[in-house]
């Protein structure tokens, strides 16, 4: 798939997502093979100059490239006569059809960009990028009960009673056991880093610069509230006022006691 643009990206520079936590800074090199161009996009990819942005977010990891300035090549599948020496042990040629999902975000900048800006290793995207991302790849799942008999059943144990900031993502939240009355749950927040040269739906969501106070943020009444690792085997400190403060980029774990 080939996107055509106004777009003049300097040297044809691109950028694509790693792993969906960062954006990294390509480069079309004329001294490479056509295959050593193309990088494979998790989720997001996008060209820029100094005035707008195109943005393709995609719910399936393709590969990407952009041969040429204003272009966006998308390989939406491949085709091997023989093996590639990669593990596969044998060529590509059953190939199925596929639906392939994306979404496409045109921005224009409020300010000039600093200078060198294409030089560096790393970009962000925008807010509004990070939020259409979310509705892409977390599409909501509506579920209907035939028997209205059971519908008490599927009640809800934990609700949310406020909105978590525009730039604050729950990872998950998971139960990890009870004790008596006691329910302790594992919740992982992350906070993404985003471009300010772009605006965004101020309406829609709030930003509290990565302060988030888990209390108001449920319903269910807190306990306590514990920082703890990722793999939530290593306790920490307990936060006291139950208020947290998760850095950007950075992926914080607590342990919540209902």
């Not at 990819?45 to 490239?65: H, K, M, N, V």
Request: aromatic content about 6%; proline content about 6%.
């Amino acid at each position: 798939m080939r996107l055509r643009s106004g777009i003049q990206n300097s040297n044809r520079v691109f950028y694509t997502d790693l792993n969906g936590f960062q954006i990294q800074r390509r480069q079309t090199l004329d001294k490479l093979p056509l295959q050593a161009n193309f990088y494979p996009i998790p989720s997001m990819a996008f060209i820029e100059d100094d005035e707008t942005r195109l943005t393709l977010l995609s719910r399936q990891p393709l590969g990407y490239s952009s041969l040429e300035k204003g272009f966006m090549e998308v390989v939406l599948d491949r085709r091997l006569m023989q093996d590639d020496n990669r593990g596969l042990g044998e060529g590509v040629k059953d190939n199925k059809v596929t639906a392939s999902d994306f979404t496409l975000l045109v921005e224009q900048a409020t300010v000039a960009p600093l200078p060198g800006r294409e030089r560096l290793p790393t970009q962000y995207p925008s807010l509004l990028a990070h939020l259409s991302q979310m509705h892409v790849l977390h599409p909501l799942t509506s579920l209907f009960l035939r028997d209205k008999s059971a519908q008490s059943q599927f009640v809800p144990s934990i609700r949310l009673a406020a909105p978590l900031p525009c730039d604050v993502h729950m990872l998950n939240l998971r139960l990890i056991g009870s004790e008596g009355k006691e329910t302790t749950s594992g919740l992982l927040l992350h906070r993404k880093g985003y471009d300010c040269r772009y605006p965004f739906p101020s309406h829609e969501c709030t930003l509290t610069e990565g302060k988030v106070s888990i209390a108001n943020l449920f319903r269910n009444s807190l306990q306590s509230v514990q920082a703890t690792s990722l793999s939530l085997l290593t306790d920490k400190e307990v936060i006291k006022d139950d208020a947290v403060e998760v850095k950007p980029m950075e992926i914080n774990a607590y342990k919540v006691t209902w």
